[in-house]
């Protein structure tokens, strides 16, 4: 079946360091590939979204990059804030009916040193 | 604002007592799911609806009941909590089950079975 793996947390970083986080999927057919963040305390947001091979998502300076080739849709950003402290998830859906469903990898959290 | 609204934030049950977890949206989405959220598990689907009448299982739908008579509302039921269903609890819902204009989750309700 479909699955998502994340790099296992947790990432601590410094203030101003480039941020990647790898993420890779196994899919039948052609998915669609997302990144959500999860703030303490609070339910998920999407982030950034690519829906067909070699589309760059972008938000709030993180990009990731639908790569075909390699299954992969590692997220990065070049220089990270105290306030991108939080829990990434990957995630996919796929399927071309209303019953698909979205399946997210287990979280990378990530904490920003001052 | 629109969105997904959950009720309660915070939830202590005994086991074998039975509880609903409310889920709102009013963002007219037809697609609606339940996850639990787990340490180092990700996110497990546990019901979803597809629209009004309709509701299908998930990864792990054991020991839990849902139903959906409008678009709006999708209650999870417990119907004799167990320890085991200690976690935290995600409603989303989104315009279609591909999610490719995001799913919108809740803010969570903690769930405790003591």
């Known amino acids: 079946g479909d699955s998502v793996t994340q790099m296992e947390g947790p990432v601590t970083l410094s203030e101003e360091a480039f941020l990647t986080i790898n993420c890779t999927y196994t899919?039948?057919?052609?998915?669609?590939l997302f990144w959500y963040v999860q703030y303490p305390g609070e339910g998920l947001q999407l982030l950034l979204k690519?829906?067909?091979?070699?589309d760059k998502g972008s938000n709030k300076g993180f990009e990731a990059t639908y790569r075909k080739e390699t299954t992969s849709f590692h997220l990065e950003k070049g220089s990270v804030q105290v306030s991108d402290s939080a829990v990434y998830f990957c995630?996919?859906?796929?399927?071309?009916?209303?019953?698909?469903?979205?399946?997210f990898g287990s979280g990378t959290r990530l904490s920003i040193r001052p | 604002n629109a969105g997904v609204t959950q009720t309660p934030k915070f939830q202590v049950l005994k086991t074998g007592q039975s509880m609903t977890l409310q889920c709102a949206q009013d963002?007219?989405?037809?697609?609606m799911s339940w996850y639990r959220q787990d340490p180092g598990m990700g996110l497990r689907l546990i019901h979803y609806?597809?629209?009004?009448?309709?509701?299908d299982q998930g990864e792990v739908p054991n020991g839990y009941n849902v139903s959906r008579s409008t678009t709006e509302d999708f209650p999870l039921r417990l119907l004799s909590a167990a320890p085991s269903q200690t976690s935290v609890y995600f409603c989303?819902?989104?315009?279609?089950?591909?999610?490719?204009?995001?799913?919108?989750f809740g803010s969570g309700t903690r769930l405790t079975v003591v």
């Open positions: 989303a819902s989104s315009y279609s089950g591909e999610g490719l204009g995001g799913y919108t």
């Open positions: 609806s597809v629209g009004a009448g309709i509701t």
């Open positions: 995630a996919l859906t796929s399927g071309y009916s209303s019953a698909s469903k979205i399946i």
């Open positions: 899919a039948t057919g052609y998915p669609s």
């Open positions: 963002m007219n989405h037809e697609y």
């Open positions: 690519a829906t067909k091979a070699d």
